[in-house]
């Protein structure tokens, strides 16, 4: 339902649809896909194999956990030229400062890593079973819940009440 359906004292103009017309374009559109299934399956696994390479993420995740390591190295450094009065305070500061401030940038990268590899394996999750589902679905004749779950990402409505699907390999 549209939640500005009477702003400035006109109607909205998004069309009614029934949930027995999302159905039907549903099977519709599943039994398209499965009359390319063939193909799709193939790109699924050519996805699926482009996700699961994490060597650059890694790379980069070990690659900041030894700048990290060699900043807390230089931290510990500062701290202990400081502690012998090797060094003043304002210097002190500002070079613990810095260091900080590199240290906190570090760990930002590599947590942003691992999301990405999580929303990696998130991802290969979703693929997997939709590939499992296509690959044992026949031409549908009627809407089936299981599938739609596994299937399907988004529905817009488009202007003239035309639906547009969005399925998980898309």
């Known amino acids: ?95 613990y400062a810095e260091f900080l401030a590199q240290s906190k940038a570090l760990e930002e990268q590599i947590a942003k890593i691992g999301e990405q590899r999580e929303q990696r394996k998130t991802r290969k999750r979703e693929l997997d079973a939709f590939y499992k589902v296509l690959k044992a679905t026949g031409p549908i004749e009627e809407f089936d819940e299981e599938l739609w779950n596994v299937a399907v990402k988004s529905i817009r409505i488009l202007i003239g009440g035309q639906f547009s699907l969005s399925f998980r390999v898309d």
């Open 1 to 95: 339902r549209c939640q500005h359906k009477y702003d400035n004292g006109e109607p909205c103009k998004t069309p009614h649809v029934t949930e027995d017309q999302i159905k039907a374009a549903f099977v519709d559109e599943m039994n398209r896909v499965i009359a390319n299934k063939d193909q799709v399956l193939t790109d699924i696994r050519a996805l699926i194999t482009t996700l699961t390479d994490t060597r650059e993420l890694e790379e980069k995740e070990s690659s900041a956990g030894k700048e990290l390591e060699a900043i807390s190295a230089s931290i510990r450094k500062l701290v202990d030229d400081y502690a012998w009065t090797l060094i003043e305070q304002p210097e002190y500061d500002a070079r």
